[in-house]
Each structure stands twice: as structure tokens, then as C-alpha cells.
């Protein structure tokens, strides 16, 4: 499956942007799908899954009550709504699709298991600026 990225952008603190993740070549049918961030100097780390088989979805603490996650099976997108936007979240958003039976906070909790990845989408750029 290839995934596809988008949305990123340069906003002010406070202000919103709603990333997506269209995935081609094949649906994301029971995978868990996640999307993930580098901010310079940093490492990649997970901000968000959700299920595609049961909806579940999980939250890094950073980012809980500010961003959701959410899909569209018939668009076979993932989109990360970000709220609230902060200084601190600039950073590159990836998305990402594991294999169904992997848990989606232990892929946020647990940096190595992103070594198991599918697939991974290539970078969109989000810039908050204070």
C-alpha cells in the first residue's frame, strides 16, 4: 500500500489544520494506521492511531483534547484533525500502517515498533508560529 500525506502549512498559534492520509494500491482493510512527527533535532515520535477494523484510536498525552483522528473507508483516508495548535508541534507528520493485530498505544508508547511498519507516507511540513 502506498500512503500519501498532505495538508501541512504554516499557522499561528491557536489556529487549526486537518492533515490527510489517502492510501493507493490497496485499502487500509484491518491495518492500524497511524500518524507520527519529527521536529528538528528530534526523533520521530507517534502522535495518534485508529483501527481500521473497530474505530479504536489512541493519543499521544501531548496532543490529547487538541487533535483527533478520524477515517473515511470509502475515501480510504485518515485524517488528523490538530486543534490548538502550538510552537511545539512543528514538526514533519507521517503517516503510517501496521498489521491489524498490533495495539495502537503500544505503537504510540513504544518508538521501536516502528521499525514494523508497512508502509510509510512521506512528510507534509506543519509550522505553528508564536
Known amino acids: 500500500v502506498q500512503l500519501q500525506a498532505s495538508g501541512g502549512g504554516l499557522v499561528q498559534a491557536g489556529g487549526s489544520l486537518r492533515l490527510s492520509c489517502v492510501a493507493s494500491?490497496?485499502?487500509?482493510?484491518?491495518?492500524?494506521i497511524g500518524w507520527f512527527r519529527q521536529a528538528p533535532g528530534k526523533g520521530r515520535e507517534g502522535v495518534s492511531t485508529i483501527s481500521d477494523s473497530d474505530g479504536s484510536t489512541y493519543y499521544a498525552e501531548s496532543v490529547k483534547g487538541r487533535f483527533t483522528i478520524s477515517r473515511n473507508r470509502a475515501e480510504n483516508t485518515v485524517y488528523l484533525q490538530m486543534n490548538s495548535l502550538r510552537p511545539e508541534d512543528t514538526a514533519d507528520y507521517y503517516c503510517?500502517?501496521?498489521?491489524?493485530?498490533?495495539?495502537?498505544?503500544?505503537?504510540?508508547?513504544?518508538?521501536?515498533?516502528?521499525?514494523?511498519?508497512?508502509?510509510w507516507g512521506k512528510g507534509t511540513l506543519v509550522t505553528v508560529s508564536s
Open positions: 503510517a500502517a501496521f498489521p491489524g493485530h498490533y495495539h495502537g498505544g503500544s505503537i504510540i508508547a513504544r518508538p521501536s515498533l516502528q521499525t514494523l511498519a508497512l508502509s
Open positions: 494500491g490497496r485499502t487500509f482493510s484491518s491495518a492500524v
